[in-house]
T-cell receptor, first 112, second 109 residues
Framework: KAGVTQTPRYLIKTRGQQVTLSCSPISGHRSVSWYQQTPGQGLQFLFEYFSETQRNKGNFPGRFSGRQFSNSRSEMNVSTLELGDSALYLC???????????FGPGTRLTVT | GQQVMQIPQYQHVQEGEDFTTYCNSSTTLSNIQWYKQRPGGHPVFLIQLVKSGEVKKQKRLTFQFGEAKKNSSLHITATQTTDVGTYFCESGGSYIPTFGRGTSLIVHP
């Protein structure tokens, strides 16, 4: 089975711009979660989507949004980028109600 | 979500020495998961613990869940250079996943 894929792998943006990241889960996994990983804050949960509906949301501002498509692929959008948004953005998929998450390789976002 | 404190932040060991990382919570955890992230990589699921006092082993790795379900540990016996990485615990709880800050294991050959 192919693993979780994320595109792009690296991205450099300027403050004020917006960015869209994409995640394709493992086939058959309908749950996709997004995380932000930084040296200062560690791994922080952004949101989870299941069957095209946001199921849970972490403590991030409204500039961070996401969506999920009928094929379970998910996108995450960050608007009005700030320097502090520089991070590794990871998505993870899981099967059913399992707590076992499969992470993608991440998108390294740098905001200048 | 439920907060989990993980210690130590870093651990340097000589190859062959043992290693332990601890996760502690002020509240009872429903379950706890452990992940490993190699340098430059992404977290990889290791195991889930659900029951009070549960102990699970994977080769040289031993995972424990406390009797009160407020703490957990991961112990590696006779570390090898392949064990290098950061080990995270994660509590799923109400399903707002909360990760510990991780313990970075550095193994000196």
């Amino acid at each position: 089975k192919a693993g979780v894929t994320q595109t792009p792998r690296y991205l450099i943006k300027t403050r004020g711009q917006q960015v869209t990241l994409s995640c394709s889960p493992i086939s058959g996994h309908r749950s996709v979660s997004w995380y932000q990983q930084t040296p200062g804050q560690g791994l922080q949960f952004l949101f989870e989507y299941f069957s095209e509906t946001q199921r849970n949301k972490g403590n991030f501002p409204g500039r961070f949004s996401g969506r999920q498509f009928s094929n379970s692929r998910s996108e995450m959008n960050v608007s009005t980028l700030e320097l502090g948004d520089s991070a590794l953005y990871l998505c993870a998929s899981r099967f059913g109600s399992s707590y076992e998450q499969y992470f993608g390789p991440g998108t390294r976002l740098t905001v200048t | 979500g439920q907060q989990v404190m993980q210690i130590p932040q870093y651990q340097h060991v000589q190859e062959g020495e043992d290693f332990t990382t601890y996760c502690n919570s002020s509240t009872t955890l429903s379950n706890i998961q452990w992940y490993k992230q190699r340098p430059g990589g992404h977290p990889v699921f290791l195991i889930q613990l659900v029951k009070s006092g549960e102990v699970k082993k994977q080769k040289r790795l031993t995972f424990q869940f406390g009797e009160a379900k407020k703490n957990s540990s991961l112990h590696i016996t006779a570390t090898q250079t392949t064990d290098v990485g950061t080990y995270f615990c994660e509590s799923g709880g109400s399903y707002i996943p909360t990760f510990g800050r991780g313990t970075s294991l550095i193994v000196h050959p």
